[in-house]
């Protein structure tokens, strides 16, 4: 039994059981990813997937007990090497942070640039994608830290910490009929096209809930998954938009005028997360702790251990 064997099972699963793409990760052929596979299912003793002819298809019940304990076992394996580098003083590693553009773009930068002057030797990689590939991100390793508004504590793999809230707010051009109201109400705000997040970005799910359970149909003509896209197009008079207050706090395109909305659509709620179980360097927890001040190192150790 190798290291080798056990990332061949773990990432046909992950993969989907396509044997070109798990050959790809491993930076392997695919003969060597399947010798891999059924050498170990030999010293087994057990068949770990369901085949079609040479064909993967899934995991057989044994598999899937079997799997649970490969994963263990890959990421007590990177816990070691973690402590290895953390007991032996080394201050200097890379920290790979996966995010949404509204959090690398408005929230992160103070947070990354403290950091950086207390660990220089520290090199930081931002991964910017959906709140979904983030968590498969952290969850695979790639990320050691996810940062997201939605989607976060859906994933058992994961621990989560709830760090700030905030609202959105309306976005309109100066001269628009909403730029002066004191309370917009969610009728009044349909009447005009709505330019807003992509579904399952930076809140969208509470703007559409407000909606719904108004009973209120929207005219929503562009969507995207950046702060500063949606303001371009409300400048261009395409629409009304709805973003991130933390965008129009410190970004607000010029012509443009922020209207309140904390009382129209329910609080989000920004959550980082880190993968269950895993070791985290001494520069991870002080990222995390920065990023949100009121955690604690020693609350954060016991959410990661839970179950373990």
């Not at 052929?29 to 059924?38: A, F, K, Y």
């Not at 930068?109 to 950091?115: D, L, M, T």
């Not at 994961?158 to 730029?179: A, G, N």
Request: proline share 4%; aromatic share 8%; hydrophobic share 40%.
């Amino acid at each position: 039994m190798n290291f080798q064997q056990l990332r061949s099972i773990r990432e046909a699963a992950r993969r989907g059981y396509n044997l070109t793409e798990v050959a790809n990760v491993l930076f392997t052929s695919q003969p060597g990813v399947s010798r891999q596979i059924r050498e170990l299912e030999e010293e087994l003793g057990v068949e770990i997937f369901e085949r079609n002819g040479k064909r993967l298809t899934g995991l057989t019940d044994p598999g899937k007990g079997i799997l649970q304990i490969i994963e263990r076992l890959l990421l007590e394996a990177e816990n070691l090497r973690q402590a290895s580098q953390e007991y032996a003083g080394e201050k200097s590693g890379t920290l790979a942070v996966a995010t949404t553009h509204t959090q690398a773009r408005y929230v992160l930068p103070r947070v990354v640039q403290s950091f950086r002057t207390a660990f220089p030797d520290v090199r930081i990689a931002l991964q910017q994608s959906s709140p979904e590939h983030i968590a498969e991100w952290v969850i695979s390793g790639k990320a050691d830290v996810g940062i997201a508004t939605e989607g976060l504590s859906q994933f058992e793999e994961l621990v989560s910490f709830p760090c700030y809230r905030w609202s959105h707010m309306i976005v309109v051009p100066e001269d628009h009929p909403l730029s002066g109201a004191h309370k917009v109400s969610l009728q009044e705000l349909a009447a005009y096209p709505l330019i807003t997040y992509d579904v399952g970005f930076t809140g969208r799910s509470h703007i559409d809930d407000a909606f719904r359970e108004a009973g209120i149909a929207t005219d929503i003509v562009l969507t995207a998954m950046d702060s500063d896209v949606i303001q371009q197009y409300v400048s261009l008079g395409m629409g009304v938009g709805i973003v991130a207050s933390m965008a129009v706090e410190t970004n607000l395109a010029r012509g443009l005028r922020a209207v309140e909305a904390a009382h129209l659509f329910a609080p989000n709620v920004t959550r980082l997360a880190v993968r269950r179980g895993a070791y985290l360097r001494s520069y991870v927890y002080e990222f995390i702790l920065q990023f949100a001040p009121e955690l604690r190192r020693r609350d954060i150790e016991t959410a990661l251990n839970a179950g373990a």
